[in-house]
């Protein structure tokens, strides 16, 4: 697929329509930039070998941006968190766990989110099932939170995460 910026936004708004929580849409929105392309170096590849970034969505809190690029990691994981710094060691793709399948994963995993009052102390059992142990709150005290039980009760896994619905696993 050759992308393009009309199909970018298209890709974007298509993940956005999932999601259902208004704080989440209104947050991201706020951010989302006119895609733009961005040659960005590929560490994996010969020396000075770049592809094509397409910048979608910028924090100016964190610095970091999301992109999609249909090399390196893409097509599997074409979502990536990048810097925006100009520094030339900062003008790379990075590794593949900054790359995700999709644009809102890569949101969920960046400091985007982390201004968001969603998140909730989560008891994840050996099965794997989760149980959300306290309603919504700030990261920093939602983490405070996970480390006291933690503490406490260290043969128990406890995370912090949400349950906004959005068409894959939540965090």
């Not at 020396?47 to 990691?73: K, M, N, T």
């Not at 985007?112 to 989560?122: D, M």
Request: some cysteine.
């Amino acid at each position: 697929m050759s992308i393009d910026p009309e199909l970018l936004e298209s890709l974007v708004e298509g993940e956005l329509a999932a999601v259902s929580d208004e704080r989440v849409l209104a947050h991201i929105r706020g951010m989302l930039v006119a895609p733009h392309m961005v040659l960005r170096d590929w560490d994996y590849g010969q020396p000075g070998q770049q592809y094509p970034c397409w910048f979608v969505l910028r924090d100016p809190e964190s610095g970091a941006e999301i992109a999609y690029c249909e090399h390196g990691f893409g097509p599997r994981c074409p979502w990536g968190l990048v810097s925006s710094a100009d520094e030339p060691k900062f003008r790379h793709m990075g590794m593949d766990s900054g790359w995700s399948t999709s644009f809102l994963d890569a949101f969920f995993e960046s400091f985007a989110c982390v201004a968001l009052p969603i998140w909730k102390v989560i008891k994840v059992d050996a099965d794997g099932s989760r149980t959300c142990l306290t309603d919504e709150g700030a990261w920093d005290s939602t983490w405070q939170r996970v480390y006291e039980l933690r503490d406490r009760d260290p043969t128990a896994r406890y995370d912090c995460g949400h349950d906004i619905a959005y068409g894959n696993a939540n965090t």
